[in-house]
């Protein structure tokens, strides 16, 4: 009897698992969730639908409404009433700036004064509503009697405007600004600065009015604009032109001087050139292109 083995048999199954048959379990089971957790996920779900469905039908209705004109607002900013900060710095006047400033205050001092009869209809009115609510210094100053809701509700009439806008805008000049018996205006203290000159004020609808009347118009100031508009762009074309020139002009001088100063030309000939018919030998100038011709006797 020969102890032989069968190489044909198979070995028995194992019952070991391998390393990731473990892991695939592992994440299998902490991957299982709760009852209640499910839920709350349900329940959360559910209210970010309904917050994604109403916010869905406001749109829709918002896009049905109507669209309203949205109208700008005018501000009149009074640059009487602002106040210099000095970007945040604190600077203090000086003595000079603080005489200065209660002298210029004391001489353009107003005190809003409005004779009143016992006689109702003797006294003054708004030229626009009828109120007895009008203001004294448009009717001091001025001589306009204008109540301050009016001055609100027409600020393209009532504003007041500057010197500097007067000018700029409606083309007038220093001297019929002066006269207040053409237009009054109102000197106030410069706010900017102390020392600077006191700034003057203006209605709005005596200074357009006046400069209609001038130019004939508001064709005739526009016209009147765009001439004198032309006329600048005109004088500072001229002004670059007479710039260049004087730039080309120094140019040019600098480039005589250059060559003054490096002394006389010296002649770099050439090869010399024999002319078959003539016999006679020309040299030409690398640099300036002058010929000499030599002949031989």
């Given amino acids: 009897m020969s102890n032989t083995i069968d190489n044909n048999t198979t070995p028995p199954p194992t019952t ?9 379990s592992s994440s299998s089971s902490s991957s299982r969730l709760t009852e209640e957790q499910r839920k709350r996920i349900e329940e959360n779900k559910a209210k970010a639908l309904e ?13 049905k409404r109507p669209k309203r004109a949205r109208w700008t607002k005018y501000y009149e900013y009074d640059l009487s009433t602002m106040v210099d900060t000095k970007g945040g710095f604190m600077i203090e006047e000086t003595r000079e700036d603080k005489l200065i400033k209660s002298r210029r205050e004391e001489a353009t001092k107003i005190s809003p004064f409005i004779p009143m ?10 030229r626009d509503c009828g ?18 809701r009016c001055k609100e509700k027409y600020p393209e009439r009532y504003s007041l405007i500057t010197k500097t806008e007067a000018k700029e805008d409606y083309l007038l000049t220093d001297p019929e600004l002066r006269d207040t018996e053409l237009l009054p205006h109102w000197s106030k203290p410069n706010p900017r600065k102390a020392t600077w000159n006191n700034m003057m004020l203006y209605v ?9 009347k001038k130019w004939g118009g ?8 765009e001439r004198r508009e032309a006329q600048k762009k005109e004088k500072k074309d001229k002004r670059f032109k007479e710039k260049l020139a004087d730039l ?5 001088t600098s480039s005589w001087e250059r060559k003054r100063q490096e002394g006389p030309h010296k002649h770099v000939f050439g090869s010399p050139v024999e002319d078959p018919d003539t016999g006679a030998t020309t040299e030409t100038c690398v640099e300036c292109g002058l010929v000499v011709e030599s002949e031989e006797f």
């Fill in 204 to 212: 709005r609808e005596m200074v357009e009015e006046y400069a209609f």
């Fill in 51 to 63: 917050k994604l469905k109403a916010k869905r039908q406001r749109e829709e209705q918002e896009s």
């Fill in 131 to 148: 109120s007895q609510d009008v203001d004294p210094i448009f009717f001091q100053v001025f001589h306009m009697s204008v109540c301050p």
């Fill in 117 to 126: 009869s016992s006689d109702p209809s003797e006294n003054p009115k708004c």
């Fill in 248 to 252: 080309r002009r120094r140019t040019m």
């Fill in 16 to 24: 070991t698992t391998t390393g990731e048959q473990q892991h695939a």
């Fill in 218 to 225: 508001e064709e005739g100031l526009d016209a009147e604009y």
